[in-house]
């Protein structure tokens, strides 16, 4: 069975600073890996998702992941914050084209000034 | 492209009534979607997946009974919240699937009294 592990259920960070969100994920199976960006009282929003190819994958508003399958990583960073990047963060895996989604816990940033 | 929207965003009933949450894919056509719960300050955790066409399958511990669902169309799935009560009051929300990702709607916020 597949599960993901987000280690850091909140990381604080100062605006402009960088930032690394952690995400760990165990599958006998090739998968797919998503991040996710909640904002208070919406939906999920789509930030980046690795399917196949390059394993340096660019997302939206500056984030960029990077999959690592040897240390079966798919870690989240962004070389500076802002404060409307105050959000929970969601790492997701989905076994290769069963569509159902697996989520870790979430990682709430808190950016402050 | 790939907007999901929700119906309504929030609602308040009383114990006891029924409530009907529609889930919609706007610019895509999804013959899989997905109903998840959300309990404050907690991950995702999906209820059912919802076929257009055939049943909707449920998760284990997910009351089929209780949170019917029906996908009537290629861009319309629908969860009935039957007999309400206090302990089903939470954050719903529904993705649709397309192109190798689940997109998700803003989220239903429902409170039963």
């Known amino acids: 069975a597949q599960s993901v592990t987000q280690l850091d259920s909140q990381v604080p960070v100062f605006e402009e600073a960088p930032v690394e969100l952690r995400c760990n994920y165990s599958?006998?199976?090739?998968?797919?890996l998503f991040w996710y960006v909640q904002y208070p009282n919406q939906g999920l929003q789509l930030l980046l998702k690795y399917l196949s190819g390059s394993t340096l994958v660019k997302g939206i508003n500056g984030f960029e992941a990077e999959f690592n399958k040897s240390q079966t990583s798919f870690h989240l960073r962004k070389p500076s914050v802002h404060i409307s990047d105050t959000a929970e963060y969601f790492c997701a895996v989905e076994n290769t084209g069963f569509q159902k989604l697996v989520f870790g816990t979430g990682t709430r940033l808190l950016v402050s000034p | 492209g790939a907007v999901v929207s929700q119906h309504p965003s929030r609602v308040i009933c009383k114990s006891g009534t029924s409530v009907k949450i529609e889930c919609r894919s706007l610019?895509?056509?999804?013959?899989?979607m997905f109903w998840y719960r959300q309990f404050p300050k907690k991950s995702l955790m999906l209820m059912a997946t919802s076929n257009e066409g055939s049943k909707a399958t449920y998760e284990q511990g997910v009351e089929k009974d209780k949170f019917l669902i029906n996908h009537a169309s290629l861009t319309l799935s629908t969860l009935t919240v039957t007999s309400a009560h206090p302990e089903d009051s939470s954050f719903y929300i529904c993705?649709?699937?397309?192109?190798?990702?689940?997109?998700f709607g803003p989220g239903t916020r429902l409170l039963v009294l």
């Open positions: 993705s649709a699937w397309t192109q190798e990702t689940q997109y």
């Open positions: 610019d895509f056509q999804a013959t899989t």
């Open positions: 599958s006998s199976v090739s998968v797919y």
